[in-house]
């Protein structure tokens, strides 16, 4: 494509483009080329491939943190209750204090068993089917939302638990 300027450039001598003379341009770039469209995806998806899986743990220990922060909150609220009461409460709304739900949105559960023979029944058990507190259980139902009253199966693997009165607040798999 031939254009002629309309006008001439008068700035310096060695840029100017004298009027009637022909410049010469090139064509004007229209878009991406399909591979290179091609690559971009290639790179994008690669990055997501990496970071998706990644965030997904990270969120997922953020959430697992959350739980175990928040029963370490309701178990101290509930040794409050225990020394002011001298026993322990029948349910979470005794404690008088609003108990914002698990991070995947259901409430914490929590079971009496001190004084109740029936509740140790229902107790969470170790492997070898030991009460895993002898006081009170406190738990989240983790990501699945099942649970088991045996520790070990896999419904409760991924159950945030309160065990040893308190002395262990974590994942039921790592206990």
């Not at 399909?34 to 990644?54: D, M």
């Not at 101290?76 to 225990?82: G, S």
């Not at 009253?149 to 040893?164: E, G, H, W």
Request: aromatic share 8%; hydrophobic share 40%; charged share 20%.
């Amino acid at each position: 494509m031939i254009r002629y300027p309309r006008k001439a450039f008068t700035s310096s001598p060695d840029n100017c483009v004298k009027p009637g003379r022909a410049v010469r341009t090139l064509p004007a770039h229209q878009g991406f080329t399909l591979v290179e469209v091609l690559v971009a995806a290639t790179v994008v998806a690669a990055l997501l491939a990496i970071a998706l899986p990644k965030f997904a743990s990270y969120r997922l220990q953020a959430q697992i943190a959350q739980a175990v922060s928040d029963l370490r909150s309701v178990d101290l609220a509930i040794q409050i209750y225990r020394r002011q009461n001298n026993t322990l409460p029948n349910n979470l709304s005794n404690l008088g204090i609003p108990i914002t739900p698990d991070p995947w949105g259901r409430p914490y559960e929590y079971l009496k068993i001190e004084g109740d023979p029936i509740a140790l029944t229902n107790a969470k058990k170790d492997l070898f089917h030991v009460p895993i507190n002898s006081d009170f259980d406190l738990y989240s139902k983790g990501v699945d939302g099942a649970t088991s009253s045996i520790i070990v199966l896999p419904a409760s693997q991924d159950d945030i638990i309160r065990a040893n009165k308190g002395g262990y607040v974590g994942l039921a798999s790592d206990y």
